[in-house]
């Protein structure tokens, strides 16, 4: 089975924070992703990064960076978290080779973010 | 512009009533659709994947199928165990869009 595992379930954090999600996949997949998830507003894409150190901007990049030193380690950073980054953060990886049954994206659990 | 519209946003249905989500999209290069059932504070689990216009896949109680423009997730007599929230994502060469969802209710 796949795994995706995110570093924290519920994390509570000050406005100003700086802020580290981490994300680890152990299938050897090429493709990582994060994205936010709001009521009403679907899943919408922050960065995804599809090789080591190789990343690009999704949607709604800005307050966030991203680091990808390993493989199988996606990181999301709020350089100064703010209330409005209060969410459920999703990441997902997905295997680059474009064929039957290996191109659905799997999903950590999420970390529900507050920011006060 | 929306790229994944889903339809409708919550549906509330009897044990055994059966019933359909709708999910309609606009991607020039599709490769592939995909329905995920996601519980609360959970993330998203693979249900379906979906490439070609009449392509129909099953599972228990759950059909996919798919047209041109359009993707249909049919429920044939839920149980209440199949309340959760139904997201729909398309594939556009390396991005993934997803619709907001539906929250299926389903009432014993």
């Known amino acids: 089975d796949v795994k995706v595992t995110q570093s924290s379930r519920y994390l509570v954090k000050r406005t100003g924070e700086k802020v580290f999600l981490e994300c680890v996949q152990d299938m050897d997949h090429e493709n990582m992703f994060w994205y936010r998830q709001d009521p009403g507003l679907g899943l919408r894409l922050i960065y995804f990064?599809?090789?080591?150190?190789?990343?690009e901007k999704g949607d709604i990049p800005e307050g966030y960076s991203v680091s990808r030193e390993k493989k199988e380690r996606f990181s999301l950073i709020l350089e100064s978290a703010s209330t409005n980054q209060t969410s459920m953060y999703l990441c997902?990886?997905?295997?680059?080779?474009?064929?039957?049954?290996?191109?659905?994206?799997?999903f950590g659990p999420g970390t529900r973010l507050t920011v006060l | 512009e929306d790229q994944v519209t889903q339809s409708p946003e919550a549906l509330r249905l009897q044990e055994g009533e059966s019933s359909s989500l709708n999910c309609s999209y606009t991607?020039?290069?599709?490769?592939?659709l995909f329905w995920y059932r996601q519980d609360p504070g959970k993330g998203p689990e693979f249900l379906f994947t979906l490439y070609s216009a009449g392509e129909e896949k099953e599972k228990e109680r759950l059909k996919a199928t798919l047209t041109k423009k359009e993707s249909f997730l049919h429920i044939t007599a839920p149980k209440p165990e199949d309340s959760a929230t139904y997201l729909c994502a398309v594939r556009d060469f390396n991005k993934f869009y997803f619709g907001s969802g539906t929250k299926l209710n389903v009432k014993p």
């Open positions: 990064s599809y090789d080591v150190k190789m990343k």
């Open positions: 991607v020039s290069g599709l490769r592939g």
């Open positions: 997902a990886s997905i295997k680059v080779r474009d064929s039957p049954g290996t191109n659905e994206q799997f």
